[in-house]
């Protein structure tokens, strides 16, 4: 999705609370929202075992404890796999200043206004996307060697963005990370693309405010057997007419590989079950299915990639809540992702290689024009930056008609899984 992607249903924002204990939580009794609205209550489920062997702790600046770690000749996909246990408690301590010294650029926000509301969950959301940005862009500098460029944009209309792009590097053709903070009205159009899923929108004489915000990642790697990786979290918010607020949050992580690896479908799917499991038992399986749904390319018969997790309109049991299920999930960019970049660093490849790596990336590039409605949302606001919006679209991609692969091959291997999902952990 591109940095500007906030769209989905929510409903009034409630006095942010605390579940309280996990264990002593009766996961029955939560309601959480749906795409369409409707609440539902789900179940305890089963909590998978974790896979044996010795884990590591993924700390802050975690590509280096990898790239030392790799050195010493450990395991890439051990040492992620309890990466989202990490506390992150401390991650919101000290003042905004010190906190934003570590970023790729100031935040959008002021600092000083950063600073005086600190305690709001938009001023938290704000430093979190800024921090995982940061994080992503120096654990990619760290494995490519090469720098991003840094690119500071504003919108006429309320706000601005942050694009960090390395393209056609030592490692990445094009790698980008983006940070979007953006206020203003919506437009019609994008009122009614909100209201197509259901929402209620009540503004005062035809305005609605609105504020978005959210970090997004799209990493297109030149060797073909290191795959595509996206990301993005959320947070969106609206004011009606009677001054009362509607929030939800959204986000995802997947994986699109040019050739099957089991084992790294199985790490980067354990990263995020981890992460999801701290919160509901029932967050990694829901959202994996949905993530398999919402990327599916209708008019191929096939999924995106090999998933991850994807949810939208989440604003439920509470603000709190929600937005430490986000930082979890955001935790788990550089785990999920670094250790497969490592393992398939200097594999080799060959030009036939090469050449289904090019016609997969046009497969995403058709999801991402066609169907991927983040940036429908972004093309349908004003002031919207259009080099941010399409900087998930690769440098490079290839067509070829009738294209279809043999049978017994690897490549046939791919699409049997891009056409019958499948479950990795």
């Not at 993924?58 to 309890?82: C, K, R």
């Not at 490592?342 to 030009?351: A, C």
Request: proline share 4%; with cysteine.
């Amino acid at each position: 999705m591109a940095s500007l992607v906030l769209c989905s249903v929510g409903r009034a924002l409630r006095p942010a609370g605390r579940l309280g204990n996990a264990c002593k939580l009766d996961l029955q009794a939560v309601p959480w929202r749906t795409r369409t609205g409707s609440t539902r209550h789900m179940s305890s489920g089963r909590v998978a075992a974790g896979t044996a062997g010795k884990r590591l702790i993924w700390a802050t600046g975690g590509a280096a404890a990898l790239a030392g770690a790799a050195v010493a000749g450990f395991n890439h996909l051990q040492q992620a796999e309890m990466a989202t246990r990490t506390e992150l408690v401390k991650d919101e301590e000290g003042n905004v200043a010190e906190r934003c010294k570590k970023f790729m650029s100031p935040p959008i926000t002021p600092m000083e206004v950063l600073e005086k509301r600190k305690e709001e969950i938009s001023s938290r959301m704000e430093m979190l996307i800024m921090q995982t940005q940061a994080e992503f862009c120096r654990a990619l500098e760290e494995v490519d060697g090469g720098k991003f460029k840094v690119d500071r944009w504003s919108r006429a209309e309320g706000g601005g963005g942050i694009s960090c792009v390395m393209q056609d590097s030592n490692v990445f053709e094009k790698a980008g990370v983006n940070v979007s903070v953006v206020h203003g009205y919506l437009t019609e159009e994008a009122a009614k693309q909100m209201r197509s899923r259901g929402k209620v929108l009540k503004g005062k004489d035809g305005k609605l405010p609105f504020i978005a915000m959210g970090v997004s990642s799209v990493i297109h790697p030149k060797n073909p057997h290191i795959p595509t990786v996206h990301f993005n979290y959320r947070y969106f918010e609206i004011e009606e007419e009677d001054g009362s607020k509607q929030w939800w949050f959204g986000g995802g992580t997947d994986l699109t590989p040019v050739y099957i690896d089991k084992e790294d479908g199985a790490l980067f799917h354990n990263v995020l079950r981890e992460a999801c499991d701290k919160h509901h038992p029932k967050y990694y399986p829901d959202f994996k299915k949905w993530c398999d749904r919402y990327f599916y390319i209708r008019h191929r018969g096939e999924t995106r990639g090999i998933g991850g997790i994807f949810f939208d309109d989440l604003d439920s049991p509470s603000q709190e809540e929600v937005f430490k299920f986000v930082k979890s999930c955001a935790k788990t960019v550089v785990p999920c992702y670094l250790p497969i970049v490592h393992k398939h660093l200097k594999d080799s490849f060959t030009q036939e290689e090469k050449d289904w790596q090019q016609v997969r990336r046009g497969r995403y590039v058709e999801f991402n024009l066609v169907y991927d409605r983040g940036v429908k949302f972004g093309l349908a606001t004003p002031g919207s930056r259009i080099e941010s919006i399409l900087m998930s679209l690769p440098l490079t991609a290839r067509w070829e008609y009738m294209h279809e692969p043999s049978k017994g091959t690897r490549e046939a291997e791919m699409i049997e899984v891009l056409r019958n999902p499948k479950e990795w952990i």
